[in-house]
Nanobody
Framework: QVQLVESGGGLVQAGGSLRLSCVASGRTFSSYVMGWFRQAPGKEREAVAAITWNGGTTDYTDSVKGRFTISRDNAKNTIYLQMNSLKPEDTAVYYC???????????????WGRGTQVTVSS
């Protein structure tokens, strides 16, 4: 059974930092682009960051550039999202995903995690 399990969410004050982790199990994910999406209440789910299988290429949505960093450790089947300088508008459920074209208008997601809540207080 394929699973993506996120952790690391929580409550943090504006300007603070959090690191999310996503552990993949059930198969080898080195062939997928991995990424993070988020969904705030009343809003559509949006892609936040993505990373290629070898970690050589990363991409970010404009609102998090310079503040968030995505990385992966294929030996551990784990990806990370380091989030710095957090803002209240970053509050959302963050989902780990595996697929292709994750930051395109039509992402192809093969697997989703269940999500982890990030709340940023002002």
């Amino acid at each position: 059974q394929v699973q993506l399990v996120e952790s690391g969410g929580g409550l943090v004050q504006a300007g603070g930092s959090l690191r999310l982790s996503c552990v993949a199990s059930g198969r080898t994910f080195s062939s997928y682009v991995m990424g993070w999406f988020r969904q705030a209440p009343g809003k559509e789910r949006e892609a936040v960051a993505a990373i290629t299988w070898n970690g050589g290429t990363t991409d970010y949505t404009d609102s998090v550039k310079g503040r968030f960093t995505i990385s992966r450790d294929n030996a551990k089947n784990t990806i990370y999202l380091q989030m710095n300088s957090l803002k209240p508008e970053d509050t959302a459920v963050y989902y780990c995903a595996a697929g292709r074209f994750l930051l395109s208008p039509r992402p192809q997601v093969n697997y989703w995690g269940r999500g982890t809540q990030v709340t940023v207080s002002s």
